[in-house]
């Protein structure tokens, strides 16, 4: 069974500030790495997904994550965030893409 | 249409009875899912089926049932809520052949008193 675990349930930073959102996840197998976000009273949507390739993959409205398979993690990147950004953030994981483990979400709030 | 709607959106039910979620979707997704989401927890999978297939997790099997009457509409069905499963439920799909991401609906919040 894959497991996602997210560090942080909660990151504060000001608009414009950067920010990296982490993700750790265990499973030995091919797997597909995913972000999805959820602002407040909306249904999960998706930012991007990692299965082969460049480890380094671009996403909607600036958002990256790099995959890195010595760490086990697929951190997710904004070099300049907008108070728009403010939502609840989920990392998934699956194999042969059909099973997806979400974590806990982390929290971004986003000051102005 | 890339949306998945669910129904209802809150829905209330007495300890001990039945309750029954829809979701459907007209993404012609081959896959389609049930998460439970509870509050500081992350999205569980209950399970999902794949075409008319059924897979159901381990440890939530006999708890939850589903049918899928054909490729666009999915239900989850409880036969005798208890106040554990007050919960959201999200529905959600997907298709494994075209490699697509997982679409959510926005949830059904259920409340069992």
């Known amino acids: 069974t894959q497991t996602v675990s997210q560090s942080d349930a909660h990151v504060t930073v000001f608009e414009g500030d950067s920010v990296e959102l982490r993700c750790n996840y265990s499973?030995?197998?091919?797997?597909?790495l995913s972000w999805y976000i959820q602002h407040h009273g909306r249904g999960l949507q998706f930012l991007l997904k990692?299965?082969?390739?460049?480890?380094v993959v671009q996403g909607v409205n600036g958002f990256e994550a790099e995959f890195s398979k010595s760490d086990s993690s697929f951190h997710l990147r904004k070099a300049s965030v907008h108070w728009s950004d403010s939502a609840v953030y989920f990392c998934?994981?699956?194999?042969?893409?059909?099973?997806?483990?979400f974590g806990k979400g982390t929290s971004l709030t986003v000051i102005p | 249409d890339t949306t998945v709607k669910q129904n209802p959106r809150y829905k209330l039910a007495r300890v001990g009875k039945p309750v029954n979620l829809i979701c459907s979707q007209t993404?012609?997704?081959?896959?389609m899912y049930w998460y439970q989401k509870k509050p500081n927890q992350a999205p569980k999978l209950l399970l999902f089926?794949?075409?008319?297939?059924?897979?159901r997790e381990a440890d939530t099997f006999e708890k939850f049932q589903s049918s899928r009457p054909n490729n666009s509409f999915c239900s989850l069905y409880i036969g005798s809520a208890g106040l554990e499963y007050s919960a959201m439920y999200l529905c959600?799909?997907?298709?494994?052949?075209?490699?697509?991401?997982?679409?959510f609906g926005k949830g059904t919040r259920l409340t069992v008193v």
């Open positions: 959600a799909s997907s298709s494994r052949v075209a490699n697509t991401e997982v679409f």
């Open positions: 499973y030995g197998g091919s797997i597909y």
């Open positions: 993404m012609n997704h081959d896959t």
């Open positions: 990692y299965y082969s390739g460049n480890p």
């Open positions: 998934a994981v699956s194999a042969g893409y059909q099973n997806f483990y």
């Open positions: 089926y794949y075409d008319k297939i059924l897979n």
